[in-house]
C-alpha cells in the first residue's frame, strides 16, 4: 500500500496522493436463515416426541403379535393357489378347472404339453382337454407329439417392411413386430439406430 | 432465542427422541410373544413341499436390449409393461410374448412403470423426477413415437415408484428421492397431497417404493433409505400413520399382503419382513444365512393367497418362501431357464397364476405352475 502510494506520489507529484481502498468488513447481519432452519429443526423433533409419547400410550393396550400370526395363518389356509399342487377332490376340481377355463386367450385350446401331457384326466385326453391351462405350452412348438394337440395360429412376419440389406439397423421400420419367435432385428424395437 | 440456544434444544430434543425410541422398542419386544413360523408350527403346519418340475420358466419375454429395471401387469387380459435402461417400455401380450407397444421415453433413464386399472394408459418415471403418462390408444406422432399426455411435474428428486389407486384411473402415488410421496390427480396433473417433505413428519431419506392396499386403497405403505417403511392414510398428509422400525438398511420394496392388514418389506440388509399395519408389530423376519457377502432383496410379491412370498435378490436368486413357515421352498434361480443377472423386479398376474420377474440380463421370464394336478 505504501509503496503503491510512494509511486503514485513519484509520478504524478501535482496529484494528491490517494487512500488505497480499505474494504470494511461485512455488517453484523443477524444470521436468520440458520437460525429460522435450527428452529424448524427443534420444531420437527419436538413434533417427532408427541407422536412417539402417544405411541408409548396406546402400546399398552396392544394385542400380543400372536394374535396377528393367527390372523394371518386363518387367512392364508383356507385360500387355493394356483401355485401350490394340492390333491383335490372332483367336485372342488371342476371349480379349479372352471377358473382357469375362464382365462382364454386366442381361442384356442393352449393344452398341456409341456413334458409331455402334464395334465391327467382320466376321463380326457390331451387332444380333448379344452381346458386353457394358459401358462403351460411353452414348449409345444418343439414337441412333435404335442403338434397335432396344441393349435397355434400361424403367425408370419407380415407386418414388417423388410430391411433391405440392413442387419442391424431398421431406419425405416416403424412397426412393431406380432410374431411371437420373430428374432428380425427390424422387426423388434430398433434400439441400436432408430 | 439465539442460534446457540437453539441447537441445544435440538441436541436435548434428539436425546429425547431417541430414549422415547428405545422405550417404545423395548415395550415391543415384549408382546412380541411368538412370531408367524412359530405360531404356525404349534398348529402342526409343515413347509410347501414343492417337486423339481412343479414351477416352470414357461416364457421368456425378449426385446429390451438394457437392464430391466421394473413391471407391472394389467388387472386384466394378462399384459404386461416393463421399463428398462435401454430407454424404452414395452407393453407384452404375455400369453403369446408378443410385443404390442414399444415407447422410446424422452428421458432414458427410468426406473418404474405402471398400468392404470383400466389398462390403457402407463405410467413410468426415473432420473428426471417426472411421472410421464402414455395413452396407449393414441396415434403415435410422425415419427412413430408414442407421445406423452401428461407428465407429473413436482417432485424435487427422481422418482423411484409409481403405482395407480386401485380402480381409479385418474389417481396415481410416486415415491421419490427427494424424501416424499406425492398423490396426483392425472388428469390435471396436480399434486393432491405431498405425504413427508421437510415439515411433516415423514421419511429422512429417499423413498424407493410405494404399495398401496388393494382391500383399503385410502391407505399405502412406503419404503425407504433411512431403513423404515411408513404408513400413510391419504385423507391425512401432514404425518405418516405409522412407522415400522426393524431393518438394518434400506428398504428397497415394500408390497402389501393380501388380507389388507399386514404388508411385507425387502431392504439392503437381505430380509424381507412381515409387518402388521394396524398394531406395527414384526411378525416375521424372513432372513437365510449367507456365507460371505449378503445379497441385497431388490422386490417382493405374495401369491393370492398369502402363503408364498417371492423374492428377487440382487445375486440372480429368487426365492420363494413359504410364509407361514418361513422356509425357502425353492430357488427360481437354480431353475432351468432361469435369469443370468440380478433380479430388479417381479409381480403376479391379476389372476396369481403366474409370475413375472425382470432382470439385469434384460429379459422378463413368466413362471407358472408345471406340475401334475390329478383329479380324483
Same mark, same amino acid.
Given at each position: 500500500?505504501?509503496?503503491?502510494?510512494?509511486?503514485?506520489?513519484?509520478?504524478?507529484?501535482?496529484?494528491?496522493?490517494?487512500?488505497?481502498?480499505?474494504?470494511?468488513?461485512?455488517?453484523?447481519?443477524?444470521?436468520?436463515?440458520?437460525?429460522?432452519?435450527?428452529?424448524?429443526?427443534?420444531?420437527?423433533?419436538?413434533?417427532?416426541?408427541?407422536?412417539?409419547?402417544?405411541?408409548?400410550?396406546?402400546?399398552?393396550?396392544?394385542?400380543?403379535?400372536?394374535?396377528?400370526?393367527?390372523?394371518?395363518?386363518?387367512?392364508?389356509?383356507? !385360500?387355493?393357489?394356483?401355485?401350490?399342487?394340492?390333491?383335490?377332490?372332483?367336485?372342488?376340481?371342476?371349480?379349479?378347472?372352471?377358473?382357469?377355463?375362464?382365462?382364454? @386367450?386366442? !381361442?384356442?385350446?393352449?393344452?398341456?404339453?409341456?413334458?409331455?401331457?402334464?395334465?391327467?384326466?382320466?376321463?380326457?385326453?390331451?387332444?380333448?382337454?379344452?381346458?386353457?391351462?394358459?401358462?403351460?405350452?411353452?414348449?409345444?412348438?418343439?414337441?412333435?407329439?404335442?403338434?397335432?394337440? @396344441?393349435?397355434?395360429?400361424?403367425?408370419?412376419?407380415?407386418? @414388417?417392411?423388410?430391411?433391405?440389406?440392413?442387419?442391424?439397423? @431398421?431406419?425405416?421400420?416403424?412397426?412393431?413386430?406380432?410374431?411371437? !419367435?420373430?428374432?428380425?432385428?427390424?422387426? !423388434?424395437?430398433?434400439?441400436?439406430?432408430? | 432465542?439465539?442460534?446457540?440456544?437453539?441447537?441445544?434444544?435440538?441436541?436435548?430434543? /434428539?436425546?429425547?427422541?431417541?430414549?422415547?425410541?428405545? =422405550?417404545?422398542?423395548?415395550?415391543?419386544?415384549?408382546?412380541?410373544?411368538?412370531?408367524?413360523?412359530?405360531?404356525?408350527?404349534?398348529?402342526?403346519?409343515?413347509?410347501?413341499?414343492?417337486?423339481?418340475?412343479?414351477?416352470?420358466?414357461?416364457?421368456?419375454?425378449?426385446?429390451?436390449?438394457?437392464?430391466?429395471?421394473?413391471?407391472? #401387469?394389467?388387472?386384466?387380459?394378462?399384459?404386461?409393461?416393463?421399463?428398462?435402461?435401454?430407454?424404452?417400455?414395452?407393453? #407384452?401380450?404375455?400369453?403369446?410374448?408378443?410385443?404390442?407397444?414399444?415407447?422410446?421415453?424422452?428421458?432414458?433413464?427410468?426406473?418404474?412403470?405402471?398400468?392404470?386399472?383400466?389398462?390403457?394408459?402407463?405410467?413410468?418415471?426415473?432420473?428426471?423426477?417426472?411421472?410421464?403418462?402414455?395413452?396407449?390408444?393414441?396415434?403415435?406422432?410422425?415419427?412413430?413415437?408414442?407421445?406423452?399426455?401428461?407428465?407429473?411435474?413436482?417432485?424435487?428428486?427422481?422418482?423411484?415408484?409409481?403405482?395407480?389407486? %386401485?380402480?381409479?384411473? *385418474?389417481?396415481?402415488? *410416486?415415491?421419490? $428421492?427427494?424424501?416424499?410421496?406425492?398423490?396426483?390427480?392425472? &388428469?390435471?396433473? =396436480?399434486?393432491?397431497?405431498?405425504?413427508?417433505?421437510?415439515? %411433516?413428519?415423514?421419511?429422512?431419506?429417499?423413498?424407493?417404493?410405494?404399495?398401496?392396499?388393494?382391500?383399503?386403497?385410502?391407505?399405502?405403505?412406503? $419404503?425407504?433409505?433411512?431403513?423404515?417403511?411408513?404408513?400413510?392414510? &391419504?385423507?391425512?398428509?401432514?404425518?405418516?400413520?405409522?412407522?415400522?422400525?426393524?431393518?438394518?438398511?434400506?428398504?428397497? &420394496?415394500?408390497?402389501?399382503? %393380501?388380507?389388507?392388514?399386514?404388508?411385507?418389506?425387502?431392504?439392503?440388509?437381505?430380509?424381507?419382513?412381515?409387518?402388521?399395519?394396524? /398394531? $406395527?408389530?414384526?411378525?416375521?423376519?424372513?432372513?437365510?444365512?449367507?456365507?460371505?457377502?449378503?445379497?441385497?432383496?431388490?422386490?417382493?410379491?405374495?401369491?393370492?393367497?398369502?402363503?408364498?412370498?417371492?423374492?428377487?435378490?440382487?445375486?440372480?436368486?429368487?426365492?420363494?418362501?413359504?410364509?407361514?413357515?418361513?422356509?425357502?421352498?425353492?430357488?427360481?434361480?437354480?431353475? =432351468?431357464?432361469?435369469?443370468?443377472?440380478?433380479?430388479?423386479?417381479?409381480?403376479?398376474?391379476?389372476?396369481?397364476?403366474?409370475?413375472? /420377474?425382470?432382470? #439385469?440380463?434384460?429379459?422378463?421370464?413368466?413362471?407358472?405352475?408345471?406340475?401334475?394336478?390329478?383329479?380324483?
Amino acid at each position: 500500500m505504501a509503496a503503491v502510494s510512494a509511486a503514485v506520489s513519484d509520478c504524478s507529484p501535482s496529484f494528491p496522493s490517494l487512500t488505497p481502498p480499505c474494504p470494511k468488513a461485512p455488517p453484523d447481519y443477524p444470521d436468520l436463515y440458520g437460525k429460522r432452519r435450527e428452529l424448524l429443526k427443534v420444531q420437527v423433533l419436538e413434533r417427532e416426541i408427541g407422536f412417539l409419547q402417544e405411541e408409548l400410550k396406546s402400546v399398552e393396550d396392544l394385542q400380543p403379535a400372536s394374535r396377528g400370526c393367527k390372523e394371518v395363518h386363518d387367512f392364508v389356509m383356507p !385360500n387355493p393357489d394356483p401355485f401350490i399342487p394340492r390333491g383335490l377332490k372332483t367336485r372342488r376340481s371342476h371349480g379349479f378347472w372352471n377358473w382357469l377355463c375362464g382365462k382364454c @386367450c386366442f !381361442n384356442c385350446s393352449w393344452l398341456c404339453c409341456f413334458g409331455g401331457c402334464s395334465l391327467h384326466l382320466e376321463k380326457t385326453s390331451c387332444c380333448n382337454c379344452r381346458a386353457s391351462v394358459k401358462w403351460q405350452c411353452c414348449c409345444c412348438l418343439k414337441k412333435k407329439s404335442c403338434q397335432h394337440c @396344441c393349435i397355434l395360429p400361424a403367425l408370419a412376419c407380415t407386418d @414388417c417392411h423388410p430391411c433391405n440389406g440392413c442387419t442391424s439397423c @431398421c431406419t425405416g421400420c416403424k412397426k412393431v413386430c406380432h410374431c411371437s !419367435n420373430c428374432t428380425k432385428a427390424c422387426c !423388434n424395437p430398433c434400439h441400436l439406430c432408430c | 432465542m439465539s442460534v446457540a440456544e437453539l441447537k441445544k434444544r435440538h441436541i436435548a430434543a /434428539t436425546a429425547t427422541v431417541n430414549a422415547l425410541r428405545e =422405550q417404545l422398542k423395548q415395550k415391543r419386544i415384549l408382546l412380541l410373544d411368538t412370531d408367524v413360523a412359530g405360531y404356525a408350527r404349534s398348529q402342526g403346519r409343515t413347509p410347501v413341499s414343492f417337486g423339481p418340475t412343479d414351477l416352470v420358466c414357461c416364457r421368456t419375454l425378449q426385446g429390451h436390449t438394457g437392464k430391466v429395471y421394473s413391471l407391472d #401387469w394389467t388387472s386384466e387380459k394378462n399384459r404386461i409393461v416393463s421399463a428398462s435402461q435401454d430407454g424404452r417400455l414395452i407393453v #407384452w401380450n404375455s400369453l403369446t410374448s408378443q410385443k404390442t407397444h414399444a415407447i422410446k421415453l424422452p428421458c432414458a433413464w427410468v426406473m418404474t412403470c405402471a398400468f392404470s386399472p383400466n389398462g390403457q394408459s402407463v405410467a413410468c418415471g426415473g432420473l428426471d423426477s417426472i411421472c410421464s403418462i402414455f395413452n396407449l390408444n393414441s396415434p403415435n406422432d410422425k415419427d412413430g413415437n408414442l407421445t406423452v399426455s401428461r407428465m407429473l411435474s413436482g417432485h424435487k428428486g427422481y422418482v423411484s415408484s409409481c403405482q395407480y389407486v %386401485p380402480d381409479e384411473d *385418474t389417481h396415481l402415488i *410416486t415415491s421419490s $428421492g427427494d424424501q416424499t410421496c406425492i398423490l396426483w390427480d392425472v &388428469t390435471t396433473a =396436480q399434486r393432491l397431497s405431498v405425504f413427508g417433505g421437510e415439515f %411433516p413428519s415423514g421419511h429422512t431419506a429417499d423413498v424407493l417404493s410405494v404399495s398401496i392396499n388393494g382391500s383399503n386403497s385410502k391407505m399405502f405403505v412406503s $419404503g425407504s433409505c433411512d431403513a423404515t417403511a411408513r404408513l400413510w392414510d &391419504t385423507r391425512i398428509a401432514s404425518r405418516a400413520v405409522r412407522t415400522f422400525h426393524g431393518h438394518e438398511g434400506d428398504v428397497s &420394496t415394500v408390497k402389501f399382503f %393380501p388380507d389388507g392388514y399386514r404388508f411385507g418389506t425387502g431392504s439392503d440388509d437381505g430380509t424381507c419382513r412381515l409387518f402388521d399395519m394396524r /398394531t $406395527g408389530h414384526q411378525l416375521q423376519v424372513y432372513h437365510q444365512q449367507h456365507d460371505g457377502e449378503v445379497p441385497l432383496v431388490t422386490s417382493i410379491a405374495f401369491s393370492i393367497s398369502g402363503r408364498l412370498l417371492f423374492v428377487g435378490y440382487s445375486n440372480g436368486d429368487c426365492y420363494v418362501w413359504d410364509t407361514l413357515m418361513a422356509k425357502v421352498v425353492l430357488n427360481l434361480g437354480s431353475l =432351468q431357464n432361469s435369469h443370468e443377472g440380478r433380479i430388479t423386479c417381479l409381480g403376479l398376474s391379476a389372476d396369481g397364476s403366474a409370475l413375472c /420377474t425382470g432382470s #439385469w440380463d434384460r429379459n422378463l421370464k413368466i413362471w407358472a405352475f408345471g406340475g401334475h394336478r390329478k383329479v380324483i
